[in-house]
C-alpha cells in the first residue's frame, strides 16, 4: 500500500505540473527558418498515467510551452504493450507535431513478436532521451544474502528453486532478470506478475526470492527494510543511495540494465524542427527544478544529440533481441 501511495503522490504532483494554458493564450512564436511551431504538440505515450515515461513527459512539457509558446499535450494511449500509442506517431506526418514517449518497450517488443505494424528504428527520429534511471536488485531481509555473490552462490546450491519475479512477460523487470540469470549462469525460476506492485509484494512476503526492479518502484520498501538492495544494475552508482555497488562492482563485468526514456519523432521529420525540439528538451532537462525532481525518483537528466539516440536504438534492439533469444521470450 505504501509504494501505491507514493506514486500516486508523484503522479499527482507530476499532473499538476503538466497543466498548461490554452493555446489562445500564447502570441504565436513560431520558428522564422520552419514556422515550428504553429499549433500544439502532442506527445504519445503507450502507457497510462503514472508510469515514468508519462511522469517524465508531464516534467517536461510546461517547460516547452514557456519557449515555445504552445500547447504541449500528454496524450496517453495504454494498449497492446505500447503499439498502438507507437503506430500513431510512426504513421503521423513528419512535421515535429507528434511525437513518442519512448521507453525500453520500443526495443523489447521487436525482440518478442513476429510482426509489428511499425519499423522501430527505419520509421522513426531520434530527438534525444530524456532520462534514465537504473533498476535494483532486491531480495527479501529472511532470505539471509547481503550481497549479489551471495544470492548467486544460493542460486548455485539450490538449482531451480530460487524464484524471480518481474512486472509480467517481456517487461523491462523480466529482461533483467533474465541478463542477471544469464550473466551469473544461475538456474532459477521466472514468475510473472500483472505488474511491479504484485511482484514486489510478494517478494516482501517471502514467496519470491528476489527481483530486479525500478528504484522509483521498490525505494519505499527499501527505505522500511522490508526489502534489502544488492546492488544497482546502472554503470555508476546512484547519487541518491551511494552506498549501494553497482552490478560490475559486485562482480559481474559489462552488466548494466537501466530504465531510459526518450523522445522519437516519425522519420522524415525535417532536421531543423529535430534540432530545435532537440534543444528546447535538452535546455529543460537541465532546469534545476526539473533535476530535482528528476533527482527524487533516483533519475538523472540524459540528454543526447538526434544521432546519439539513433545509435542508441539500434544498439538496445541488437542486445535484446540477444537476450530474448536466449531465454526464450517470445509473445504471439
Known amino acids: 500500500m505504501a509504494l501505491r501511495s507514493t506514486l500516486s503522490t508523484v503522479f499527482t504532483a507530476a499532473t499538476a505540473l503538466?497543466?498548461?494554458?490554452?493555446?489562445?493564450?500564447?502570441?504565436q512564436k513560431a520558428d522564422?527558418?520552419?514556422?515550428?511551431?504553429?499549433?500544439?504538440?502532442?506527445?504519445?505515450?503507450?502507457?497510462?498515467?503514472?508510469?515514468?515515461?508519462?511522469?517524465?513527459?508531464?516534467m517536461i512539457a510546461p517547460k516547452l510551452v514557456e519557449v515555445l509558446q504552445q500547447q504541449v499535450i500528454v496524450d496517453n494511449r495504454p494498449s497492446a504493450g505500447g503499439v498502438i500509442a507507437t503506430q500513431i506517431v510512426a504513421d503521423a506526418s513528419p512535421d515535429g507535431y507528434t511525437l513518442l514517449s519512448a521507453s525500453p518497450s520500443h526495443v523489447i517488443l521487436?525482440?518478442?513478436?513476429?510482426?509489428?505494424?511499425?519499423?522501430?528504428?527505419?520509421?522513426?527520429?531520434?530527438?534525444?532521451t530524456t532520462a534514465a534511471t537504473s533498476y535494483m536488485l532486491v531480495v527479501p531481509p529472511a532470505l539471509g544474502v547481503k550481497t549479489v555473490q551471495e544470492l548467486i552462490a544460493l542460486a548455485k546450491a539450490r538449482p531451480g528453486q530460487l524464484n524471480f519475479s518481474s512486472a509480467g512477460i517481456a517487461s523491462g523487470t523480466h529482461f533483467a532478470g533474465e541478463m542477471?540469470?544469464?550473466?551469473?549462469?544461475?538456474?532459477?525460476?521466472?514468475?510473472?506478475?500483472?505488474?511491479?506492485?504484485?511482484?514486489?509484494?510478494?517478494?516482501?512476503?517471502?514467496?519470491?526470492?528476489?527481483?530486479?526492479?525500478?528504484?522509483?518502484?521498490?525505494?519505499?520498501?527499501?527505505?522500511?527494510?522490508?526489502?534489502?538492495?544488492?546492488?544497482?544494475?546502472?554503470?555508476?552508482?546512484?547519487?541518491?543511495?551511494?552506498d549501494i555497488p553497482t552490478m560490475v562492482e559486485s562482480g559481474m563485468p559489462g552488466f548494466q540494465w537501466?530504465?531510459?526514456?526518450?523522445?522519437?519523432?516519425?522519420?522524415?521529420?525535417?532536421?531543423?524542427?529535430?534540432?530545435?525540439?532537440?534543444?528546447?528538451?535538452?535546455?529543460?532537462?537541465?532546469?534545476?527544478?526539473?533535476?530535482?525532481?528528476l533527482g527524487a525518483l533516483g533519475a538523472e537528466p540524459a540528454p543526447t544529440t538526434p544521432a546519439q539516440f539513433d545509435k542508441f536504438i539500434a544498439e538496445q534492439l541488437s542486445v535484446v533481441a540477444q537476450l530474448a533469444k536466449k531465454a526464450g521470450i517470445e509473445q504471439q
Open 18 to 27: 503538466a497543466l498548461v494554458s490554452p493555446a489562445a493564450l500564447f502570441a
Open 32 to 58: 522564422e527558418a520552419t514556422g515550428f511551431p504553429g499549433r500544439p504538440i502532442r506527445i504519445v505515450i503507450g502507457f497510462g498515467p503514472g508510469g515514468l515515461p508519462d511522469i517524465y513527459s508531464r
Open 110 to 128: 521487436p525482440a518478442i513478436r513476429a510482426k509489428l505494424p511499425y519499423h522501430a528504428l527505419k520509421d522513426f527520429a531520434g530527438v534525444t
Open 180 to 242: 542477471l540469470k544469464q550473466y551469473a549462469n544461475i538456474d532459477v525460476v521466472h514468475v510473472p506478475y500483472k505488474g511491479i506492485a504484485d511482484a514486489l509484494t510478494d517478494i516482501v512476503a517471502g514467496r519470491v526470492q528476489f527481483t530486479v526492479s525500478s528504484i522509483p518502484s521498490s525505494v519505499t520498501l527499501v527505505k522500511d527494510g522490508r526489502l534489502r538492495a544488492l546492488a544497482v544494475t546502472s554503470k555508476k552508482r546512484v547519487s541518491l543511495y551511494p
Open 258 to 293: 537501466d530504465s531510459w526514456s526518450g523522445v522519437l519523432a516519425p522519420a522524415k521529420t525535417p532536421r531543423a524542427i529535430i534540432n530545435k525540439l532537440n534543444r528546447e528538451i535538452t535546455r529543460a532537462l537541465g532546469l534545476p527544478d526539473v533535476r530535482e525532481r
